[in-house]
C-alpha cells in the first residue's frame, strides 16, 4: 500500500489526452512538491516533471503537471505510441521524513 | 554529463549481507545528496535512502531503517549501501540517483541499477 495513491493503469488512443492523477494527504503533497517520472519498458526512470508543473529540458510539453491542494495530475496530450510507460509520482512525506512514492501508472496506448 | 554507475549486486543468501556502491562522474559529487532507490521484480519503485551531500545527514525508509547503512566517499566521488540481514524482500534492482535542485524527491539522474537477489 503505497502512500501516495494512483491507478494501477490508464489508457487512450493516439492523439488523445490522458490524465494520471495522485493522492496524498496534508503531511506529503499538501505541503511539498510533487516530482513525476516516466520508466519505459526495461529502461531505468527519468524525470518528467519536478517542482509540480516544471519540465526539464528535453521533455516534450506534451506533458504537464498540476497540484491542488493533497492531489497532483499529470496529463499527456496528443497520446503517442511511444508514451507507453509506467508512470509514478513522488513527494516527501514530512510525517515518515523521507520521499514516498505513488504505486504507479502503467500507461497504455491503445 | 552525469553519470553513476552501480556495482556490487549479485545473489545472496538470506540474512546474509551486501555492499553496494555507486560511482558518480560529470559533476561535482560533494555537492549534492545522494539516494538509493529500489524496484523489486515487477513492482513499483521504492525509495530506500537519501545521504545529505557531506554525509552527515540520513534518511531511511522503515523497511531498511536499522538494517542498511548509506554513507558515501567525496574523495572519491563514490556512494555506498551497506545491507545487512537481507530477506527475501529485499530482492530488486537498486539504482542510486542524485537529487535535483528543486525538493528531496527531484532526481534528475539514475544509474542503470544493479540487481540484488536474496535466495537461498
Known amino acids: 500500500q503505497s502512500v501516495l495513491t494512483q491507478p494501477p493503469s490508464a489508457s487512450g488512443t493516439p492523439g488523445q489526452r490522458v490524465t494520471i492523477s495522485c493522492s496524498g494527504s496534508?503531511?506529503?503533497?499538501?505541503?511539498?512538491?510533487v516530482n513525476w517520472y516516466q520508466q519505459l519498458p526495461g529502461t531505468t526512470p527519468k524525470v518528467l516533471i519536478y517542482r509540480n508543473d516544471q519540465r526539464p529540458s528535453g521533455v516534450t510539453d506534451r506533458f504537464s503537471g498540476s497540484k491542488s491542494g493533497t492531489s497532483a495530475s499529470l496529463a499527456i496530450s496528443g497520446l503517442q505510441s511511444e508514451d507507453e510507460a509506467d508512470y509514478y509520482c513522488?513527494?516527501?512525506?514530512?510525517?515518515?521524513?523521507?520521499?514516498?512514492f505513488g504505486g504507479g501508472t502503467k500507461l497504455t496506448v491503445l | 554529463e552525469e553519470h553513476l554507475l552501480e556495482s556490487g549486486g549479485g545473489s545472496v543468501q538470506p540474512g546474509g549481507s551486501l555492499r553496494l556502491s555507486c560511482a558518480a562522474s560529470g559533476f561535482t559529487f560533494s555537492d549534492y545528496a545522494m539516494n538509493w532507490v529500489r524496484q523489486a521484480p515487477g513492482k513499483g519503485l521504492e525509495w530506500v535512502s537519501t545521504?545529505?551531500?557531506?554525509?552527515?545527514?540520513?534518511y531511511y525508509a522503515d523497511s531498511v531503517r536499522g538494517r542498511f547503512i548509506i554513507s558515501r566517499d567525496n574523495s572519491k566521488d563514490t556512494l555506498f549501501l551497506q545491507m545487512s540481514s537481507l530477506t527475501a524482500e529485499d530482492t530488486a534492482v537498486y539504482y542510486c540517483?542524485?537529487?535535483?535542485?528543486?525538493?528531496?524527491?527531484?532526481?534528475?539522474?539514475w544509474g542503470q541499477g544493479t540487481l540484488v537477489t536474496v535466495s537461498s
Open positions: 513522488a513527494g516527501w512525506d514530512d510525517s515518515l521524513n523521507g520521499v514516498v
Open positions: 496534508s503531511s506529503n503533497i499538501g505541503t511539498n512538491t
Open positions: 540517483a542524485k537529487r535535483g535542485a528543486n525538493s528531496w524527491s527531484h532526481f534528475d539522474y
Open positions: 545521504i545529505t551531500n557531506g554525509g552527515g545527514t540520513t
